[in-house]
């Protein structure tokens, strides 16, 4: 069993920066896939960055692109996502995930665990 917990939401204004951490338990940590995902009220869970094994495989949501960047350091087991020019639509819940399984890459999808969820308001 791994667990995931999220730090790092709050409230901020329109244009400002957050900076979201996810601590993981597992001994691999370093051979999971990560990926951050968000969920706004009365939407579904979406997918908004992830991360492979090693920095080199990351891939974006076209929405967040440029504004958001996700890194990871295998010896603190942590995976961080750093949120730039925040916009009032960023508003939701943001979750953590890890996939224990599968090649070096990254993924949109699949997820095996999951974090409880960190909020994040961002006001106009």
């Known amino acids: 069993q791994v667990q995931l917990v999220e730090s790092g939401g709050g409230l901020v204004q329109a244009g400002g920066s957050l900076r979201l951490s996810c601590t993981t338990s597992?001994?691999?940590?370093?051979?999971?896939?990560m990926g951050w995902f968000r969920q706004a009220p009365g939407k579904e869970r979406e997918f908004q960055a992830a991360?492979?094994?090693?920095?080199?495989?990351?891939g974006y949501a076209d929405s967040v692109k440029g504004r958001f960047t996700i890194s990871r350091d295998n010896a603190k087991n942590t995976v961080w996502l750093q949120m730039n020019s925040l916009k009032p639509e960023d508003t939701a819940v943001y979750y953590c995930?890890?996939?224990?399984?599968?090649?070096?890459?990254?993924?949109?999808?699949?997820?095996?665990?999951w974090g409880q969820g960190t909020q994040v308001t961002v006001t106009s």
């Open positions: 995930a890890a996939k224990v399984s599968g090649s070096s890459g990254y993924y949109r999808g699949g997820y095996d665990y």
């Open positions: 597992g001994r691999s940590f370093s051979t999971y896939a």
């Open positions: 991360i492979g094994r090693s920095d080199g495989n990351i």
